[in-house]
């Protein structure tokens, strides 16, 4: 419905479909400011909107409202995959079009919607009577919270990108930019987070406190300094705010997958991978990436690992060092890599034929290490390769501190480095092929457009053990990075005590995090014969959990202190349950009224009494039960550990 107005001051509330949730929009004096409310407690206080254009007026100020369009809007989205099969997608939307009353009179529009748990805004910038294309200076998007609020933040702009341990803070101490999605806690009570949403063609927005201690959009910039070429029409990333009453609600928001656009083709190829791979080995000294005399991407071991595959029952094997290009200091000579080049010790084409004869998926690998302009040169043909080899899966790397783009550096989450990331998305989709990407930009839910794009890493994965990870990073990650979708992290390693990479985790625990932490793609990261030989008994878990859900609940948990989660098969009437804790041991109590009726056999694998994950991580209790819905299990995580248990419908 259109509302015909011409007004310089207007105030308009924006109830969520319950009415819980508020969004106050108010144009005073030809500026634009919003807030937001939850039961009538403000979370976000008045808030500046608007931009910087290079070369122009800033586009913040004399504005007049020309036109009002409401919207409701109630819908049931399936995704392809993931954690639910089904997500709400029911919102109020106000879209505001703007003009402004002095020259040049451009116009903006505004658009509002308000979901019963959260608030995500966008604007979009049609095409003006002078000019069809800006360059952004920057983008003045506000979020006025009380500086008292807690925040558990990494930072931005660094050389690992968002591989750093997350720090608690207060807004009052976010002088310099963190990545979204920011997690916080308001002195009144609420859980928030802070993230985007369809991100494309645009920098990635990063936070910060400005001059008048108001949090506020950093787009991360390109190498020139600007923040974005666009030509018009264009809109921008939703800008998300997440709200819940308790930490473990907060992990249930779906909101960023509803506010992406639903396939554009027929994706019904895809199909979600667990995979084992020639990748720990290297990481544990045994083989090398580099060609040599231990180099582990030979044919002799591929065909080893594709047998054990079979005999493990897993679907896919990873190979990582096969292409030219890892001799030396690779992190520095990426401009050698050859994507469809084997080394002398490994033949691509009877290897792919072998594991095509087992059944076996191939997941290839593009290390780039950020040298793109020599990986688009390759791009189109080593796709092509894949495809003609049969290979549907690539894992793509980016290890270095800044990607090389038309001879300049710039940041991985820059305008440019969003717009290759989607180039490899959109050329894999053309060759059916899904992609596992490390070193990624973060996710903004086009994995619902694009669902192709199975999985990222995007945060510190068990390659950091060793001395780098905390028992308390696994139970950050779902209150702040697992908000942005799925990651690859690489779990499954039982190898607990090598004395190159010791682990600070028990046994449970490692095959907890196939529950607690989703991938579309989950490796089972460790070497097969440590499945096979030590510890059969624990990788059939690992073996039989899916890696696409029906539903989750998660049931209990705060903030790097612990996470208890339930998830249900989609091709069964079975639940994976899987908790992790930090340091800190825990006794858990879990209900377990949400299984239908009927009998179910809980399969428990559980920390024993004794165990921890410095002084006895092999400490494990394997046990069998019948429960039904009107049981409680209760359970012993100890420092650093976890659980995992299997309810198989009888």
Same mark, same amino acid.
């Given at each position: 419905?259109?509302?015909?107005?011409?007004?310089?001051?207007?105030?308009?509330?924006?109830?969520?479909?319950?009415?819980?949730?508020?969004?106050?929009?108010?144009?005073?004096?030809?500026?634009?400011?919003?807030?937001?409310?939850?039961?009538?407690?403000?979370?976000?206080?008045?808030?500046?909107?608007?931009?910087?254009?290079?070369?122009?007026?800033?586009?913040?100020?004399?504005?007049?409202?020309?036109?009002?369009?409401?919207?409701?809007?109630?819908?049931?989205?399936?995704?392809?995959?993931?954690?639910?099969?089904?997500?709400?997608?029911?919102?109020?939307?106000?879209?505001?079009?703007?003009?402004?009353?002095?020259?040049?009179?451009?116009?903006?529009?505004?658009?509002?919607?308000?979901?019963?748990?959260?608030?995500?805004?966008?604007?979009?910038?049609?095409?003006?009577?002078?000019?069809?294309?800006?360059?952004?200076?920057?983008?003045?998007?506000?979020?006025?919270?009380?500086?008292?609020?807690?925040?558990?933040?990494?930072?931005?702009?660094?050389?690992?990108?968002?591989?750093?341990?997350?720090?608690?803070?207060?807004?009052?101490?976010?002088?310099?930019?963190?990545?979204?999605?920011?997690?916080?806690?308001?002195?009144?009570?609420?859980?928030?987070?802070?993230?985007?949403?369809?991100?494309?063609?645009?920098?990635?927005?990063?936070?910060?406190?400005?001059?008048?201690?108001?949090?506020?959009?950093?787009?991360?910039?390109?190498?020139?300094?600007?923040?974005?070429?666009?030509?018009?029409?264009?809109?921008?990333?939703?800008?998300?705010?997440?709200?819940?009453?308790?930490?473990?609600?907060?992990?249930?928001?779906?909101?960023?997958?509803?506010?992406?656009?639903?396939?554009?083709?027929?994706?019904?190829?895809?199909?979600?991978?667990?995979?084992?791979?020639?990748?720990?080995?290297?990481?544990?000294?045994?083989?090398?990436?580099?060609?040599?005399?231990?180099?582990?991407?030979?044919?002799?071991? &591929? !065909?080893?690992? %594709?047998?054990?595959?079979?005999?493990?029952? @897993?679907? =896919?094997?990873? +190979? /990582?060092?096969?292409?030219?290009?890892?001799?030396?200091?690779?992190?520095?000579?990426?401009?050698?890599?050859?994507?469809?080049?084997?080394?002398?010790?490994?033949?691509?084409?009877?290897?792919?034929?072998?594991?095509?004869?087992?059944?076996?998926?191939?997941?290839?690998?593009?290390?780039?290490?950020?040298?793109?302009?020599?990986?688009?040169?390759?791009?189109?043909?080593?796709?092509?390769?894949?495809?003609?080899?049969?290979?549907?899966?690539?894992?793509?790397?980016?290890?270095?501190?800044?990607?090389?783009?038309?001879?300049?550096?710039?940041?991985?989450?820059?305008?440019?480095?969003?717009?290759?990331?989607?180039?490899?998305?959109?050329?894999? &989709? !053309?060759?059916? %092929?899904?992609?596992?990407?490390?070193?990624? @930009?973060? =996710?903004?839910? +086009? /994995?619902?457009?694009?669902?192709?794009?199975?999985?990222?890493?995007?945060?510190?994965?068990?390659?950091?053990?060793?001395?780098?990870?905390?028992?308390?990073?696994?139970?950050?990650?779902?209150?702040?990075?697992?908000?942005?979708?799925?990651?690859?992290?690489?779990?499954?390693?039982?190898?607990?005590?090598?004395?190159?990479?010791?682990?600070?985790?028990?046994?449970?625990?490692?095959?907890?995090?196939?529950?607690?932490?989703?991938?579309?793609?989950?490796?089972?990261?460790?070497?097969?014969?440590?499945?096979?030989?030590?510890?059969?008994?624990?990788?059939?878990?690992?073996?039989?959990?899916?890696?696409?859900?029906?539903?989750?609940?998660?049931? &209990?948990?705060?903030?790097?202190?612990?996470?208890?989660?339930?998830?249900?098969?989609?091709?069964?009437?079975?639940?994976?349950?899987?908790?992790?804790?930090?340091?800190?041991?825990?006794?858990?109590?879990?209900?377990?009224?949400?299984?239908?009726?009927?009998?179910?056999?809980?399969?428990?694998?559980?920390?024993?009494?004794?165990?921890?994950?410095?002084?006895?991580?092999?400490?494990?209790?394997?046990?069998?039960?019948?429960?039904?819905?009107?049981?409680?299990?209760?359970?012993?995580?100890?420092?650093?550990?976890?659980?995992?248990?299997?309810?198989?419908?009888?």
């Amino acid at each position: 419905m259109f509302r015909w107005l011409n007004k310089n001051e207007y105030d308009k509330d924006i109830l969520s479909p319950s009415g819980h949730i508020k969004c106050h929009f108010r144009l005073k004096s030809g500026q634009l400011f919003y807030s937001v409310y939850k039961d009538d407690k403000i979370i976000i206080k008045p808030s500046r909107l608007g931009f910087l254009i290079c070369g122009e007026e800033p586009l913040k100020d004399n504005f007049k409202l020309v036109r009002l369009q409401t919207k409701k809007h109630k819908e049931a989205v399936e995704l392809m995959w993931g954690e639910d099969q089904v997500i709400d997608n029911t919102y109020n939307e106000v879209a505001f079009y703007l003009a402004e009353t002095k020259s040049p009179n451009r116009i903006m529009t505004l658009r509002f919607r308000i979901f019963d748990n959260s608030v995500a805004f966008r604007y979009e910038i049609p095409p003006q009577p002078k000019f069809r294309r800006i360059t952004i200076k920057d983008e003045l998007t506000e979020f006025n919270l009380d500086l008292n609020t807690t925040a558990w933040k990494i930072p931005a702009y660094q050389p690992d990108r968002y591989e750093y341990n997350y720090e608690k803070a207060t807004i009052y101490d976010l002088r310099h930019s963190v990545h979204t999605p920011l997690t916080l806690y308001t002195p009144n009570g609420f859980y928030l987070a802070i993230h985007e949403a369809a991100l494309y063609n645009y920098g990635s927005m990063t936070l910060k406190l400005d001059d008048n201690h108001h949090l506020k959009s950093d787009i991360t910039p390109l190498s020139d300094g600007t923040k974005a070429h666009v030509d018009l029409p264009f809109q921008t990333p939703w800008r998300l705010i997440m709200i819940a009453d308790s930490a473990i609600e907060l992990t249930t928001n779906r909101t960023m997958y509803a506010l992406n656009d639903p396939p554009h083709r027929d994706f019904g190829w895809v199909e979600t991978l667990k995979f084992i791979g020639i990748w720990w080995a290297m990481y544990v000294g045994e083989w090398t990436w580099a060609p040599g005399e231990r180099h582990g991407a030979t044919t002799e071991h &591929a !065909k080893e690992y %594709i047998d054990a595959a079979v005999r493990l029952g @897993i679907a =896919g094997l990873l +190979i /990582e060092g096969w292409n030219e290009g890892w001799e030396g200091n690779w992190l520095e000579n990426g401009i050698n890599n050859k994507f469809t080049v084997a080394t002398d010790d490994f033949d691509f084409e009877e290897v792919s034929h072998y594991a095509r004869r087992h059944n076996i998926e191939l997941v290839g690998h593009h290390e780039t290490v950020g040298f793109i302009d020599n990986y688009e040169r390759q791009l189109e043909v080593a796709y092509n390769y894949y495809a003609i080899n049969n290979v549907h899966y690539i894992k793509t790397g980016y290890a270095g501190s800044m990607m090389l783009i038309n001879g300049r550096r710039e940041y991985h989450h820059s305008q440019l480095g969003v717009n290759h990331y989607q180039k490899t998305v959109e050329l894999a &989709a !053309k060759k059916h %092929i899904c992609l596992d990407i490390h070193e990624p @930009i973060k =996710g903004t839910g +086009i /994995e619902r457009t694009w669902p192709n794009l199975l999985s990222r890493e995007g945060a510190r994965g068990q390659e950091y053990e060793g001395g780098a990870l905390s028992p308390s990073h696994a139970c950050f990650l779902p209150y702040t990075r697992l908000l942005a979708g799925g990651m690859d992290y690489t779990s499954g390693i039982l190898d607990l005590t090598n004395s190159v990479k010791r682990l600070a985790t028990t046994l449970a625990r490692q095959i907890a995090y196939f529950v607690t932490i989703y991938s579309g793609m989950q490796m089972a990261a460790d070497r097969p014969f440590i499945y096979e030989e030590r510890f059969p008994e624990v990788f059939k878990f690992i073996r039989d959990v899916p890696t696409s859900f029906a539903k989750t609940i998660p049931l &209990a948990g705060e903030i790097g202190e612990y996470y208890v989660v339930a998830r249900k098969d989609r091709n069964s009437a079975d639940w994976y349950l899987g908790g992790v804790t930090s340091e800190e041991p825990r006794r858990i109590h879990i209900n377990l009224d949400f299984l239908d009726s009927g009998v179910y056999q809980a399969e428990i694998y559980a920390d024993s009494e004794n165990a921890h994950y410095r002084d006895n991580p092999f400490g494990i209790k394997i046990e069998q039960k019948h429960v039904g819905c009107n049981d409680f299990l209760d359970l012993y995580m100890a420092p650093g550990g976890g659980f995992a248990i299997r309810l198989k419908r009888l």
